[in-house]
């Protein structure tokens, strides 16, 4: 451990110095402080102080990120690699929270700072990781090969337990290979997870009889408080379940932590606000850094948005946000599966396919497409599954849909 | 509980028309979806759906806060109110942070999206809260009344457990109520927490045999696990301990459940991380709603930073943040004690006590204000108990300074 460094890379954006910053920053978040101590000795220096290995200057920009009213531009832009000793931080997740990164957005003069990424050395492969990743997701499914077509319960919100019950039979009859409750619905009055699990299994458990295939179900079992999240767990486990949706900025560090090291649950994540980390491209953090805290506190299915996404995200982004799960920590065991949804229907199959290295290893979840599908749900999922049939054998949708009438349907619906 | 609405103030920002976008979120954050659905029936809207409440048109601005290369200006501005029935979000914190704000910040269509307060209804008032809060501080502290006078370890990081304790002694002989780690220390390889609690609490402990003087110390606790955090906790509360700094956005919600249900100690609240959620004005979080969570949650002090902080944030801020932390949830017990800090070092006294409503319920805390006095240590927290006699007293500084030689000296340093 000795000598090994955490190595933080930041976009920094200021009217001043970037070179200046970037020292401030490994002085602010070692051992510095607004004055000069006497007790800033050289052992102490030498036994945490961070330093800047490379600054990398950028275009500057006319316009600062953060509202700059009294300074001016031009606003200069550079990406400063900072090392912190390893003795200094040590391998908790709460201490590289605190002292590299949320420190470091209250530093004066910077209109826009980023952490663009997060190199972690062999020591923090110490940390859990997925228990089932890309190979036990496909194991609980029964998918050895080809794209998890997954689907939501829809409406989102307001169905009784019984009703909930219904949408997931008629998935499991659509043919799905996964149904997960929106991420918004958890234990609400109206909709108890005890009810839930109470009226969902058995349904699970009836198609599996008839047909020999489990549909991974996964549960809303998130909660602030740890312990409620547990027993939420432990009904879903005694009820025969598989997974869970765990809403991880909901939960935070703690909430995983503690589920991931007691969890026989494949687990789910949701990444809800994350967007305000990283919306504005000048400030917060980029999708890199983040995946990775998040992958070795256990996440083994990463919700990340797809092409032509219902929210704000452009596609190039999701894009990297592929790459950057499919890319192994210290090991392939370490890569979850990538969830590519939101708006998805099958149209964003082939381009997704091109785009994210001809790979099907992930799984791909349509809600409104395929409940909405003007043939019904069946329907849908067929349209998915020929929309990716289509994208490996490199025809063209429109091209396809002429053999195949659900395809058809979904192009003329939302194409 | 029925009928009960939570109500969201968001700061909505769009080149388009602000009351289309709040309509939105609360279609998108209920029952919607992308496309429309069979199952979304009367009696589901009814259970579920939100509700624009008000709209305040607000000054339109020519910069959007994020940016819009393909769009233009004016961006209009409103505040908006939408009220969700408690009915489909529960008290579940887990629950209020997906449903009312997470899932907003991923809207199309917004340059700017802020959330300004929450209102939350009296089932809320389920959560905890402080635990000691004002009253349990003064109490342990044995300060009946006037500002806790508070410092911290400096140099923040590097020293080793036995030269921490050197500086408990320093401070403790200098007369504080209080010591702190500094939040970036938890336990490194040098300075293992168990090591720290061994080699600080005889040093309190004497102190308080020869003067009868308890002086608090919060010892670095927070840990991305909350069973080590708890360890932690439980190894400061057998060696006498009364007090832990938590770092509250790098534990998360969940750590923060865990650890007050069972916490013993006085838990002093760091926001490092705050900073990335607040700092821009058009985007993420005001404090006014942020620390709503954060005191049902439990914390019992909460650092604020101060006037003329060394830190980014505005005086303005500062003050409307005290002003926040004053003002009751759901009766006087849930206020924490408010935490004066970064930069202090007396001269911004007399400003505070004017500008927080000339109260004395508050600790104030100075790190280089008190280690980097000309005169020691010592004549640091006497400078700064002058200060506050002469803000109390509403005597101008320089004027006390007369007569107060240590006041002087940091006048001079410092002024």
Redesign the interface.
């Known amino acids: 451990?000795a000598g090994e460094m955490i190595r933080v890379t930041y976009r920094i954006e200021t009217s001043g110095d970037p070179e200046a910053i970037a020292a401030k920053i490994a002085a602010d978040?070692?051992?510095?402080?607004?004055?000069?101590?006497?007790?800033?000795t050289e052992?102490?220096?030498a036994?945490?102080?961070a330093r800047v290995e490379s600054l990398t200057l950028l275009e500057p920009i006319a316009?600062p990120?953060?509202?700059d009213p009294d300074g001016r531009g031009p606003y200069h832009r550079a990406d400063a690699v900072v090392a912190f000793p390893l003795?200094?931080?040590?391998t908790?997740?709460?201490?590289l929270?605190?002292?590299m990164?949320?420190?470091v957005?209250?530093?004066?003069g910077v209109t826009g700072i980023r952490v663009m990424d997060i190199d972690l050395p062999p020591a923090w492969s110490c940390h859990p990781g997925p228990q089932f990743g890309i190979a036990g997701s496909r194991r609980l499914m029964g998918v050895a090969s080809g794209p998890m077509i997954a689907s939501i319960i829809?409406?989102?919100?307001?169905?009784l337990p019984e009703?909930t019950a219904a949408?997931v039979r008629q998935l499991c009859e659509a043919g799905v290979d996964f149904i997960k409750d929106d991420?918004?619905l958890?234990?609400?009055?109206?909709s108890p997870i005890e009810d839930r699990i109470k009226a969902i299994m058995p349904v699970i458990d009836d198609h599996r009889q008839k047909t020999g295939k489990t549909v991974m179900y996964a549960f809303g079992i998130?909660?602030?408080?740890?312990?409620?999240?547990m027993r939420n767990h432990d009904m879903v486990v005694a009820a025969g379940g598989n997974a869970a949706v765990v809403?991880i900025?909901?939960?935070?560090?703690?909430?995983?932590?503690?589920l991931r090291?007691r969890s026989a649950l494949c687990l789910h994540a949701?990444r809800?606000?994350?967007?305000?980390?990283t919306?504005?491209?000048?400030?917060?953090?980029e999708f890199k850094a983040y995946q990775k805290i998040w992958r070795l506190?256990g996440v083994d299915q990463f919700q990340i948005n797809g092409i032509r996404a219902?929210?704000?995200?452009p596609d190039e982004s999701f894009v990297r946000s592929f790459h950057d799960l499919a890319t192994p920590l210290f090991s392939d065991a370490d890569r979850p599966l990538p969830v590519v949804c939101s708006?998805q229907w099958g149209g964003q199959a082939v381009e997704t396919y091109q785009r994210t290295g001809r790979t099907l290893d992930l799984m791909y979840l349509g809600?409104?497409?395929i409940?909405?599908h003007p043939m019904g749900a069946g329907a849908g999922v067929t349209a998915i599954r020929q929309a990716w049939e289509a994208a490996e054998r490199d025809i063209d949708l429109a091209t396809y849909a002429r053999t195949h009438a659900e395809l058809a349907a979904s192009l003329a619906k939302?194409g």
């Not at 957005?105 to 004066?108: I, K, L, Q, S």
């Not at 998130?222 to 999240?229: I, N, R």
């Not at 809800?272 to 980390?277: E, H």
Request: hydrophobic share 35%; net charge negative.
């Open positions: 451990m978040q070692s051992t510095g402080t607004f004055t000069e101590l006497p007790g800033e052992a102490v220096r036994r945490c102080a316009t990120s953060l509202p003795e200094a931080v040590g908790d997740i709460a201490a929270m605190t002292i990164i949320n420190g957005f209250a530093v004066r829809k409406p989102s919100l307001g169905l009703e949408v991420e918004k958890m234990s609400p009055g109206y998130s909660s602030a408080d740890p312990d409620v999240m809403n900025n909901s939960v935070g560090y703690g909430g995983m932590t503690f090291k949701h809800n606000g994350w967007d305000i980390l919306r504005h491209p000048g400030l917060g953090m506190l219902k929210y704000w995200e708006g809600g409104g497409g409940h909405g939302w």
